[in-house]
């Protein structure tokens, strides 16, 4: 109940209501945070996805390395000792991040996981958890009367509320689209679906579902989705096949949504246990693209283009809402489509040089590589990344 409290009344608000950052809460809140966070993520899917989803973070291996040191039971502590140990070989880490908890698990992250879930860590390590906190001297107890009130008296004396607030915003907007841009299926069907459609608004819906490929092999592929065609995307190991979609029947599938999609098929008169089985749809290959090519967009998403795609859309007066990789010039030159809530522009990059076009073609803003990293460093710096 305690653990719930500490993170749900205080700590989220702290850090998503008011802005403050983590180096200007109470230090033992943030580590009885971060241990909580290790015991959900490993609990839920491993250590490999913990790895994973903390991105490795040194700020959080040091808070749970502490915070198991100080909280117990000592066997948890040795467990997170020898994950500690295991990621000093920095390839065989990253290589388990990769997988998230999935596929085959490095055996080192798989006897781990092991040792970890023999503990009944809901029933060892969240109780401890709980007494560790009633323990701080730190710790004031407050009214659930009064709560709200106190909180809001904390909230109000931040001056840089909405300062941070809107940093905060750019930041998740900036980790959420560099993800995108390094997950292997949303690049090629971004980049495939404008080569098929003509159009850079095609956009994955990351839902993976087991289909045929074009040649009769099952595997997973990913359903994307523009205007109004459907594809699934296969990921090779060398490449990615774009792939139009049909039901049994020889329907092709189409609908920006499932919803949609089930509903015409239903309407052609296709059964409910052919429209809800994609093992037995068919697929046809649209186009494939090079792994060396996704593997560039990932790269490329390393430089300022999205902090140099908010500051675009800042001085237009717009909100950026998604940037969507789609091609390269003949000269090699990177062309993106910038989506606002309101309409669309496109960003080539010239000479160290982002420049934001209308869709008829005439230059809007220009931001140089220096000012979009200036941007960048400035809400960084805000949130206290």
């Not at 596929?103 to 007494?131: H, M, N, V, W």
């Amino acid at each position: 109940m305690i653990v719930d409290s500490l993170i749900d009344d205080y700590v989220n608000p702290m850090i998503y209501s008011a802005c403050y950052t983590q180096d200007e809460i109470p230090s033992n809140a943030i580590i009885a945070y971060h241990v909580d966070y290790y015991l959900a993520q490993v609990a839920n899917g491993g250590h490999g996805q913990f790895l994973h989803n903390c991105q490795m973070s040194a700020r959080i291996i040091s808070d749970v390395a502490k915070g198991l040191s100080a909280i117990g039971p000592e066997a948890f502590a040795e467990i997170f000792r020898d994950l500690v140990a295991f990621m000093k070989n920095s390839e065989r880490a990253e290589a388990a991040a990769a997988k998230s908890g999935f596929g085959e698990l490095d055996p080192k992250i798989s006897a781990l996981d092991k040792r970890f879930l023999a503990l009944d860590c809901y029933q060892t390590l969240r109780p401890a958890i709980g007494r560790w906190i009633k323990s701080l001297p730190e710790l004031i107890v407050v009214d659930d009367n009064i709560f709200d009130i106190r909180m809001q008296e904390v909230f109000s004396v931040h001056l840089d509320r909405q300062k941070r607030r809107d940093a905060q915003r750019f930041w998740y907007k900036r980790a959420y689209l560099a993800r995108l841009f390094q997950t292997p299926h949303y690049v090629a069907g971004c980049i495939l679906g404008f080569d098929a459609a003509g159009h850079g608004v095609l956009v994955s819906y990351d839902q993976s579902v087991f289909a045929a490929t074009p040649d009769g092999r099952e595997k997973f592929g990913w359903l994307v989705s523009g205007q109004s065609d459907r594809y699934i995307v296969f990921i090779e190991d060398n490449e990615a096949l774009l792939c139009e979609i049909f039901a049994p029947s020889g329907e092709k599938i189409v609908g920006q949504s499932m919803a949609e999609t089930y509903s015409a098929l239903a309407v052609a008169g296709v059964p409910n246990s052919q429209i809800f089985s994609f093992a037995n749809w068919t697929t046809k290959e649209v186009c494939r693209l090079s792994k060396e090519m996704i593997e560039e967009v990932a790269e490329f998403a390393r430089s300022p283009v999205i902090a140099a795609a908010e500051l675009a859309c800042e001085r237009l007066g717009e909100r950026l809402t998604a940037l969507v990789p789609t091609q390269k010039d003949p000269k090699g030159r990177w062309l993106l489509i910038v989506h606002t809530e309101t309409t669309v522009y496109a960003i080539f990059v010239l000479a160290e040089t982002f420049v934001i076009f209308d869709l008829a073609e005439q230059e809007r803003v220009k931001i140089s590589f220096a000012e979009a990293r200036d941007y960048e460093a400035e809400k960084k710096s805000l949130v206290g990344e």
